[in-house]
């Protein structure tokens, strides 16, 4: 596995990775060989190079790929289940691109670029970068405010999120979190911008809610150890947090921000997506190169999902448009695409 010195907050998970192999039965992991008996069939697309995030684009019905062990973006037909274009970001060969949001007022996407603490701006029309924005710190997470057309940057190296105007693609505000700000996810439910600070550094094991009428943190919510992704369900106005280490998922309610349900039964849960068609919640385990399927309406897991190709899931995404699950295999450089 090719670790990156510079690229301290992806480091950190994989040196956590690393010692945890020893470790793993004291949380229940198991990771052993990707299952030869698949519970579902579906296409492995290759090309890659250490996929890490995406982001859907409903506009154009494309699937795009951060490839962190590098400094590229791939775009991925769902028409046809390949790479239709490769986009440089960033300013070097190194800038590690680990996470994704699609704007959905002007059709752009934000890549957040970890190595070299830029964010690149890509028009959809194009698949090309309009815009490098400077001045970030060790950017990892990056979610859409689709209220205020605001982009939030979680900065790892300060523990604070940067607000970025789709307007002007400048910086407005910088608020201070918890510990390593990883994955953020907007409720258009509240208006509240919900951030897991992952703790690398021996903080957090929280979420920050942040409202995005002052920008400015409402509270914290503990949740477990090493939350990674959330995802917003619009059917319930409730958040899913995957706790990577903890082998949990925490369910937040919007009307509370506090925790109503821990789920347990993971396997180093890091991804997770939202399939609004049927209230269902995806989740990818690390460990068990399995996706956990979760019932929106009992909190429970309600089927696991095995896949030949699965290698280290890393994260997920749902197609509305074709009812697919892309996912990203850190390990192998591939991205499998599933039915729902």
Partial sequence: MKIHVKHVSLFSVFILLTLTLSLSGAYGWTRGPPPVTPSTTGTTITGFNGPWAFAFDPNNNEVFVANTNGNTVSVISDATDTIIATITVGTTTTSYPSGLAFDSHLDEIFVVNYGDNTVSVI???????????????????????????????????????????????????????????????????????????????????TVSVISDATNKVITDITVSYCPYAAVFDSHNNEIYVTNMYAATISVISDSTNTVIKTIAGQSGPMGAALDPHDNKVYVTNMWSYTVSLISGETDTITRTLTTLGLDFPAAIVFDPHTNQLFIANYYSNTVSVIPD
């Fill in 123 to 205: 028009s959809d029309a194009t698949n090309t970068v309009i815009a490098t924005i400077p001045g970030f710190n060790e950017p990892d997470g990056v979610g859409f405010d689709s209220h205020l057309n605001e982009i939030f940057v979680g900065n790892g190296g300060t523990n604070t999120v940067m607000v970025i105007s789709d307007a002007t693609n400048k910086v407005i505000k910088t608020i201070t979190v918890d510990d390593s700000p990883t994955g953020i996810v907007f409720d258009p439910h509240n208006r509240e911008v919900y951030v897991t600070n992952t703790g690398y550094t021996g903080g957090g094991n």
